[in-house]
C-alpha cells in the first residue's frame, strides 16, 4: 500500500504543475506555449530513428505510444499509461500541447520534413490521440 501511495503521489504532484500551475500562469496561451516548449525540449535530444523517437517520448512523458494509423504524409499515435489515466481521470480540460510540440519536433528532425501535431482526448477510454502531418516541400530553413 505505501508503494502505491507514493506512486500516486508522484503522479499527482507531475498533474498539480500540469494541470494547476501551468494554467493558471500561462492563461490563454497555455496551449502554444506548451506547444513551443515541447519543440525547444526535443531540440535537446538525439533521436536516432522514429522508433527512438517514439521510445524517447515514452519515457519523458512516463506514457507509452502506439502507432494506430500512417499514410504518407500523416501518422496517428495513441499515448496511453498511468500519468495519461491519472490526468484525464482528475482534470476537466488536461492539455497534452507539450507532448504534442515534443513529437512534432523529433518527428521533423528525423525525417527533415516540416511537421505539426495536434491531439485528441479520450478520457473514456484513458489515452490520447496525437496526429502529426508533415509536409516535405515545406523548407525549414526560412
Known sequence: MHAENQHTSHLDSISLLRDALLPNLLKEDEADILYWAGKELARSHTFSSLEDLIQQTGTVFAGELMQTKSTKKTLHYDMTGPLVTHRLSHTT?????????????????????????????????????????????????D
Do not use: C, M
Not at 101 to 115: I, K, N, P, R
Not at 128 to 135: P, Y
Open 93 to 141: 480540460d488536461p492539455t497534452f500541447s507539450l507532448e504534442a510540440g515534443f513529437l512534432a519536433e523529433g518527428y521533423q528532425t528525423v525525417t527533415g520534413d516540416y511537421t505539426e501535431a495536434t491531439y485528441a482526448v479520450y478520457p473514456k477510454k484513458s489515452l490520447v490521440t496525437f496526429l502529426l502531418q508533415s509536409d516535405s516541400k515545406v523548407s525549414l530553413n
